[in-house]
């Protein structure tokens, strides 16, 4: 063990990356040198993959641990909201799967995101259920420059008073003095979202500068003109999917979608019931 003390940090990292779990945490008690990159390691990424190693994480883990948790990936049928509720000190969390949970509370969902703000990049929680002050979260998070990626298909915003009641993000997108953010989201899936309406396109037109890519498959709210005018305004959109949107149903709409933003390069959409993807360099 002399010899392994002498190593330099880079063939330490070299043999911990080797290195399974139960060889790290044997490992992480010979000296405090071994300890800390021992410890970054097991909890950088765990690993839960079967509902033993799940719950075992929330009985061990504390306040020391979550902080070095960086990616997150929750299984839907084990989660609960009392081991939600215990991961508010993940500070560095940078990615996070959190998808199908629509068992969880908001105000749950509220403590894990409040405490990595600052750090989060990578965001999924399709099927879920979110309240107004989720969104006010997420929108600090993409407007303090981290938050690139939001994954919010088929959730429910409360309050809602009806299943296709609309809503507009003004929480996510707008702070309380009524300006919009300038956020850094460049990927946002709201596909299923029935309460997507023309108004929500207008609001992400104006306060999403940079997105690259937007999915509203199955928004049957949306205006071709509504479209169109989120199109022209995002000058990095890469890539739209409006499969089964009903008001983009035939190649001469996406033709003249396409033409409105030189920078878009993909368009989805539906046509007979058959989803068709238009290239730019293919069609133009």
Same mark, same amino acid.
């Given at each position: ?27 992480? #008690?010979?000296?405090? #040198?071994?300890?800390? *990159?021992?410890?970054? /390691? ?41 081991? $939600? ?12 799967? +959190? &998808? ?5 509370? *908001? ?38 420059? /981290?938050?690139?990626?939001? &994954? ?9 008073? =009806? ?6 993000? &003004? ?30 396109? =207008?609001? $992400?037109?104006? =306060?999403?500068? +940079? ?13 071709? %003109? ?14 739209? &999917? $409006? ?15 396409? #033409? ?21 360099? %293919?069609?133009?």
């Amino acid at each position: 063990m002399g010899h392994l003390n002498r190593l330099p940090l880079e063939l330490m990292q070299i043999l911990i990356d080797l290195l399974d779990v139960a060889s790290l945490c044997q490992l992480s #008690r010979v000296n405090q #040198r071994w300890y800390e *990159p021992c410890m970054n /390691q097991i909890y950088d990424s765990p690993l839960l993959t079967t509902k033993k190693k799940h719950d075992s994480f929330f009985e061990c883990t504390n306040e020391r641990t979550q902080r070095l948790v960086r990616r997150l990936h929750l299984k839907s049928t084990w989660i609960t909201n009392a081991q $939600l509720q215990q991961l508010k000190h993940c500070h560095r969390l940078s990615r996070l799967q +959190l &998808d199908h949970c629509p068992h969880l509370l *908001p105000s749950s969902l509220d403590l894990v995101i409040s405490g990595c703000v600052m750090s989060i990049q990578h965001m999924s929680l399709a099927n879920n259920q979110l309240s107004q002050s989720t969104l006010r979260l997420l929108g600090l998070a993409s407007a303090n420059g /981290q938050l690139r990626y939001l &994954d919010l298909r088929n959730t429910m915003i409360r309050p809602c008073g =009806a299943i296709d009641a609309s809503h507009h993000l &003004d929480a996510l997108l707008l702070p309380g003095w009524g300006l919009f953010y300038r956020h850094s989201l460049a990927h946002l899936d709201l596909s299923y979202c029935n309460w997507v309406d023309d108004t929500t396109l =207008a609001n $992400l037109a104006q =306060a999403l500068p +940079l997105l690259q890519f937007i999915s509203l498959r199955w928004c049957q709210r949306l205006s071709d %003109k509504a479209v169109g005018h989120l199109i022209q305004q995002l000058k990095h959109l890469n890539m739209i &999917d $409006l499969c089964f949107v009903s008001s983009i149903n035939r190649h001469s709409n996406a033709h003249r979608l396409l #033409r409105l933003n030189p920078w878009l390069q993909k368009i989805g959409f539906t046509f007979e019931c058959k989803s068709i993807w238009l290239q730019r360099n %293919k069609v133009l």
